[in-house]
């Protein structure tokens, strides 16, 4: 689905990705570490429908979206690092990667082309999950952190692009959200939205995707 009249280029050498909801399912595990997290501070728990809800710009805003209205802002702090010690013990059992989507980033390496991500995930669960799921795939890879500000700002993007050793015009940015979009826009880049992923169609389009692709098999008109 074609959003601009500009021509795609024949090949991008530079393939990175949103994380939650691009590259992986991880909403049954962000479910399941996000009530954990309340519970431990007395709070009530939430269903999923409600965490897709909360989900795509960062720990710190999903929490704050899910605790009561009034829970204090120390009672917010100890939710949110509830969150990151529990995830690193519980938040990889359920995830997964969506369907296709490993045979073909396996197809875009064997292509030669530098793959990477930029998350809204905190830098240390980016890692995490890095190791297990993409092990010796990914060239760059990044999360929020003190020196990577969160989507839309494009630092991220181009701390990626510079260690794939590629110039922002050459890399594709693929999301499933207007954040994602807009991040891309901001760092030069081609931006792709997904529509398998958290965010509906009419959200995911105010970022002003360049176009939408519907399967991870249609990562490759890119190459």
């Not at 949110?80 to 010690?85: A, Q």
Request: aromatic share 8%; glycine share 8%; hydrophobic share 35%.
């Amino acid at each position: 689905m074609r959003m601009n009249k500009a021509a795609t280029p024949k090949h991008f050498e530079g393939f990175i990705f949103d994380l939650d909801g691009t590259l992986l399912n991880t909403l049954p595990d962000l479910v399941v570490v996000t009530n954990k997290a309340l519970k431990k501070e007395g709070f009530p728990p939430h269903s999923e429908a409600d965490i897709l809800r909360f989900v795509g710009d960062g720990v710190m805003s999903l929490v704050l979206r899910a605790i009561p209205e009034y829970a204090s802002e120390d009672q917010a702090k100890r939710v949110y690092e509830n969150f990151r010690s529990m995830y690193a013990e519980y938040g990889l059992s359920l995830t997964e990667q969506f369907d296709g989507m490993p045979e073909t980033l396996h197809e875009l390496k064997r292509q030669g082309k530098k793959l990477g991500i930029m998350s809204n995930k905190f830098e240390g669960g980016v890692k995490d999950v890095e190791h297990k799921f993409f092990p010796g795939l990914m060239d760059a890879s990044h999360g929020e952190s003190e020196s990577v500000p969160r989507k839309p700002k494009p630092d991220g993007l181009l701390l990626c692009a510079k260690e794939m050793g590629l110039l922002p015009e050459q890399c594709v940015y693929f999301g499933d959200s207007a954040s994602d979009m807009l991040a891309a826009h901001n760092a030069g880049m081609y931006a792709v939205g997904v529509s398998w992923g958290y965010q509906s169609l009419e959200k995911l389009m105010t970022g002003k995707p360049c176009e939408v692709i519907k399967s991870p098999k249609d990562l490759l008109k890119f190459c």
